[in-house]
């Protein structure tokens, strides 16, 4: 028997009233802005904060042709990369020893609890107390002298690439441990136990079992560690001293001297580019399946 019309448009208008919420969220918070600023880009500027409504490419052709352009993206994407590489290693192997080491279940959410206790101050707070340790006169360098293994105390520590990444990783980590803990967390000891009858290794464990399917918390974790470090610029400014800077930090500069075309123009390229690499991480897994199954 067919569905009635009458059903089938009250079952429609249901669906429609389940989402209206996400609607009303999305529309004026996410949606609205990010059109507000894509017309933007393609406005002219009177020199003086002000906009001349129109269309014009000359924009984003002045942020395409500029040397310092492919030089910020380059050092955004090394400290992408190099965040990204850390925080994989110290999560994945953290939710690793959680899940697989601590036997008692308990004891094992109380340690994931407390992997998370430094992340309810501020970033700021965080960041900066990593300055009296990485200074020249910092408890770093005074071990390191006082140890005799070096004799003047390392620059490098601080104001700093170095620094940068150290900051990014203490921050991020834990975006990469909470989804790589949840993953793992679904997948059957039976298995291990079954492949450890079998004959299988620790490593051969580590890398046919429990890296495919802990893929999707890896995906997740991945997008929001690449997603806050390609969106910030506050961690470069402060801890590189002002002598590293990345794609976000050249348009805010543009915001500040009221280019905000140019600006606006930066901030569509950037969304772009984080849009591919957000896809191409989803195109290694299935991320709803994964999560549903």
């Not at 009458?6 to 999305?26: A, D, E, F, I, Q």
């Not at 990010?34 to 924009?59: R, Y």
């Amino acid at each position: 028997m067919m569905p009635s019309s009458s059903s089938t448009s009250r079952s429609s208008l249901t669906g429609w009233l389940y989402v209206s919420p996400l609607v009303g969220v999305l529309v004026p918070f996410f949606l609205a802005p990010i059109l507000v600023v894509l017309a933007a880009s393609f406005f002219g500027s009177d020199g003086f904060g002000g906009l001349t409504p129109g269309f014009t490419l000359a924009n984003y052709v002045e942020v395409l042709h500029s040397a310092l352009t492919l030089k910020l993206y380059l050092a955004t994407i090394k400290f992408t990369v190099l965040t990204w590489i850390f925080t994989l290693l110290i999560g994945f192997f953290v939710a690793y020893f959680l899940v697989f080491h601590v036997r008692n279940q308990l004891l094992a959410i109380g340690l994931f609890l407390l992997c998370t206790v430094p992340f309810w101050t501020s970033n700021i707070i965080r960041m900066i107390s990593w300055i009296p340790l990485l200074g020249k006169e910092g408890l770093i360098n005074a071990a390191l002298i006082s140890t005799g293994v070096i004799r003047q105390p390392l620059e490098v520590l601080l104001f700093s690439d170095l620094a940068v990444v150290i900051a990014y990783v203490h921050q991020l980590t834990i975006f990469m441990i909470v989804p790589i803990f949840n993953a793992m967390a679904r997948i059957d000891k039976r298995l291990i136990e079954a492949a450890i009858d079998a004959g299988a290794s620790r490593f051969d464990i580590l890398r046919l079992i429990v890296v495919p399917m802990a893929k999707s918390g890896i995906a997740l974790g991945s997008i929001f560690v690449v997603s806050i470090v390609m969106g910030d610029f506050f961690v470069v400014k402060v801890m590189s001293g002002g002598g590293s800077a990345s794609v976000v930090s050249a348009f805010y500069e543009d915001v500040g001297v009221l280019q905000y075309p140019t600006a606006a123009a930066s901030a569509v390229l950037l969304t772009l580019v984080l849009v591919a690499i957000v896809s191409l991480i989803l195109r290694s897994v299935d991320i709803r399946r994964e999560i549903t199954r």
